[in-house]
């Protein structure tokens, strides 16, 4: 079973920053690829940042130069860092584990968090 615990969100005001974390378990990190995602109200579910368990990261156009996505291998957690925040930030973030085996974008297998608010606003 793929246990995926979210923490970090909350309310942040515009150009803040905030770090969110999803602990999840060595097993898990073994065979899933581990990443963030994000929908925001009336809006489709998007794909933020992932990254691999050898490290290997892939980001959105909307994250890219403002989040970063780690791994702690020793604390078996995928933590996203994200700066710049803007208010069309906005949204529940998501911790998702895809399969390493499954290609990117077929979502059936994956495995989800059960999201955390980001708030961002004066």
């Known amino acids: 079973q793929v246990h995926l615990v979210e923490s970090g969100g909350g309310l942040v005001q515009p150009g803040g920053s905030l770090t969110l974390s999803c602990a999840t378990d060595e097993m898990t990190l073994g065979i899933y690829d581990v990443g963030w995602y994000r929908q925001a109200p009336g809006s489709e579910r998007e794909l933020v940042a992932i990254i691999t368990n050898r490290g290997v990261t892939d980001y959105a156009d909307v994250a890219k130069g403002r989040f970063t996505i780690s791994l702690d291998n020793a604390k078996s957690t995928v933590s996203l860092q994200m700066s710049s925040l803007k208010p069309a930030d906005t949204a529940v973030y998501y911790c998702?584990?895809?399969?390493?085996?499954?290609?990117?974008?077929?979502?059936?297998?994956?495995?989800w968090g059960q999201g955390t608010q980001v708030t961002v606003s004066s």
């Open positions: 998702n584990a895809h399969p390493i085996t499954v290609p990117r974008g077929q979502l059936e297998y994956d495995r």
